[in-house]
């Protein structure tokens, strides 16, 4: 029986480190694009939204201002809940250590 030899082949070099970097690369501009797309997607299924968002807002903002509006109308006239507030204004003007907490004037 003969003895045969057997050749042991070598294993691969390493793949150098531009192919790795070139896949990590590739890997997260793959990732960023995904993100974009599902952005898109979401803003596309919100667009018929937005226009009453947008009302939304400006509802709010009025009402905010309205309401400013009448609330320094009735601490001029001195209405019952406007005289409480502005003694408990005096009050906490009057106290050193509160007067931090009542720096808005009507």
């Known amino acids: ?4 030899d057997v050749a042991v082949k070598p294993s691969p070099p390493p793949s150098p480190p ?3 970097i070139t896949v990590m690369v590739m ?3 793959r990732f ?3 993100l974009i797309l599902g952005f898109l997607r979401v803003v596309y299924l ?3 939204a937005l226009p009453y968002l947008g009302f939304a807002t400006a509802w709010v903002i009025s009402v ?3 309401a400013t509006i009448v609330a320094r109308h009735a601490y001029r006239k001195g209405s019952a809940p406007s005289s409480f507030s ?3 204004h005096k009050w906490l003007s009057s106290s050193p250590s509160a007067s931090s907490l009542s720096s808005s004037r009507f």
């Open 27 to 29: 890997a997260f501009v």
């Open 64 to 66: 905010g201002m309205a």
């Open 18 to 20: 531009l192919t790795r």
């Open 1 to 4: 029986m003969a003895i045969v």
């Open 46 to 48: 919100a667009a018929p």
């Open 86 to 88: 502005r003694r408990s």
């Open 32 to 34: 960023i694009i995904a």
